[in-house]
């Protein structure tokens, strides 16, 4: 162990990824088409799967087999997540970086990177450009370096939070960024946030060593890996995991965050709440091997192999991935996107149109307006959400309840994206965004039962409507 991992460890720290066992579980090929469809029918009844189920899955080439897996994390997203996506923004506090990762413009070793980190003043006026876009949810993103103190994410949070305009507050900050100790992690969850990041980028040890230098903190695998354990322990209850596809196989990475989602389960009694799985894109500064890069038709199949295995683990895809196929992956069980995404530092009041490569950590493949995507999302029958409300309220961690409790999306998770929807047509949305979604709104109540939720529901789109009334939630 080296010293860092002495000082601050998870009591129960374990490197839990066995890189001979998964690689062993990905040499099985063409499996049983019996088998294939067992635990596909495993998923279907909303059960987790195991990581050899999940390599039996990713080992299933046959495109019968793949077309029956796209099928059933269609059928899964319907079932568990209905028709709502939640979206967010990205927001890009500093990128003083004390490490070299080698896939990232950030990385110290580019003197080219123009260094710089938002203050207050800035950090409030990025906040304002995005709240007068309709933005509800944010992720505030840091690189590594000592200034960016748990200290320091925490009072980026409270300007966050305390930054109004008009009508536009932000109810929910999430973080990505560096792993914290537990005395961090303390600090950030006492500042209010949501969910707490942390990507693995690989699991696999060696390709982990190649890509993070051993004199960097980040080269530390086992402390990185154990970082939302500490949050956990720390009495954070709400973490994301990910891998950046695109550094070893994709395959032994799907394994990879089905073992670490499979472990905070079993050692916390709660998975993590999202899975990202960004993949790598050009950046400034930066050239890699080609060999491991996904595919988009590989891309699918990790999205819907992923649905299947963690049913009840939120999808995150961001716009590193082009319109077309975030549209296309949004079918098989992506949970939540980011709309009208800028990640130059201060690019949300300083630039327009193209991307500055040489001010952001990588290029962007969707420059859509947050207004486009939600037309998008409403041309295909889904119904954007801004919905904080279980945060809010406390429902988080152990204590969520989205998919424990029958009946529960149905009577807070729909009314909620119903009422957020309504507070964005009326303050932000185009036109025509607003004549699409008032036109889903009214074909979602009707679907609605006569009820005292129903007649609730109504009072409440009224009066955000026509009395300006905002931030009613179930
Ligand atoms: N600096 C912190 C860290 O490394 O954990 C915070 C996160 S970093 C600013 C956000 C994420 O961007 C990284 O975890 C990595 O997965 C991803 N990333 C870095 N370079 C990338 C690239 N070239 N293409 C796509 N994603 C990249
Ligand atoms: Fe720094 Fe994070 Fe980029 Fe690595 S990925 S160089 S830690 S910003």
Redesign the pocket.
């Known amino acids: 162990m080296s010293d860092l991992e002495m000082m601050t460890l998870s009591r129960a720290a374990a490197d839990f990824i066995d890189d001979d066992y998964l690689a062993g579980l990905l040499e099985e090929s063409c499996p049983e088409k019996s088998r294939v469809r067992e635990i596909i029918a495993k998923s279907l009844a909303k059960k987790a799967l195991g990581v050899e189920e999940t390599a039996v899955l990713l080992a299933a080439a046959d495109p019968e087999l793949v077309e029956e897996i796209f099928d059933a994390a269609r059928t899964l997203k319907d079932n568990i997540y209905g028709r709502r996506v939640v979206l967010f923004a990205p927001l890009y506090i500093g990128n003083e970086?004390v490490?070299d990762?080698l896939?990232?413009?950030?990385k110290r070793s580019n003197k080219k990177a123009l260094r710089r980190t938002l203050s207050r003043e800035e950090l409030a006026a990025q906040v304002e450009a995005l709240e007068q876009n309709g933005h509800k949810r944010l992720i505030l993103?840091?690189?590594?370096h000592p200034r960016y103190s748990a200290d320091f994410i925490a009072s980026c949070v409270r300007t966050v939070y305390s930054t109004q305009s008009g009508r536009g507050e932000i109810r929910r900050v999430n973080i990505?960024?560096?792993p914290l100790d537990h005395q961090g992690y303390r600090r950030v969850k006492e500042a209010g946030i949501g969910t707490y990041q942390?990507?693995q980028?690989t699991y696999h040890h060696e390709a982990y060593a190649r890509f993070h230098p051993q004199n960097t903190s980040?080269g530390d695998y086992l402390y990185r890996l154990d970082g939302l354990s500490r949050a956990l322990e720390a009495g954070l209850d709400d973490v994301g995991i990910?891998a950046?596809f695109g550094l070893h196989d994709w395959r032994f990475e799907v394994l990879g965050l089905v073992s670490h989602a499979l472990y905070l389960e079993k050692h916390f009694g709660v998975g993590p709440h999202t899975i990202s799985f960004?993949?790598?894109?050009p950046?400034a500064g930066?050239s890699f091997d080609s060999r491991c890069l996904v595919k988009d038709f590989d891309f699918k199949r990790l999205v819907a192999i992923l649905r299947l295995a963690v049913p009840y683990t939120g999808l995150i895809c961001t716009a590193?991935e082009k319109p077309h196929l975030r549209r296309e992956i949004l079918g098989f069980g992506v949970s939540q996107i980011d709309g009208g995404s800028r990640i130059e530092l201060g690019g949300y009041t300083e630039l327009e149109g193209e991307q500055l490569m040489e001010r952001e950590?990588?290029s962007l493949g969707d420059l859509r307006s947050l207004d486009q995507v939600i037309g998008e999302l409403l041309a295909d029958n889904y119904i954007p959400s801004f919905c904080t409300a279980c945060y809010r309220l406390g429902r988080t961690g152990e204590h969520f309840m989205e998919f424990a409790i029958p009946g529960f999306i149905k009577q807070f998770c729909t009314p909620n994206a119903l009422a957020t929807l309504m507070e964005y047509l009326v303050d932000y949305a185009s036109p025509e965004t607003r004549e699409a979604g008032e036109k889903l709104i009214a074909s979602e109540i009707d679907r609605i039962p006569e009820s005292k939720l129903k007649t609730e529901l109504l009072d409440r789109l009224v009066r955000i409507r026509n009395k300006g009334e905002r931030d009613l939630y179930f």
């Open positions: 970086c490490n990762c896939y990232c413009a950030f993103v840091f690189g590594e990505n960024a560096a942390i990507f980028e980040k990910g950046l960004p993949r790598l894109r950046a930066v590193r950590q990588f």
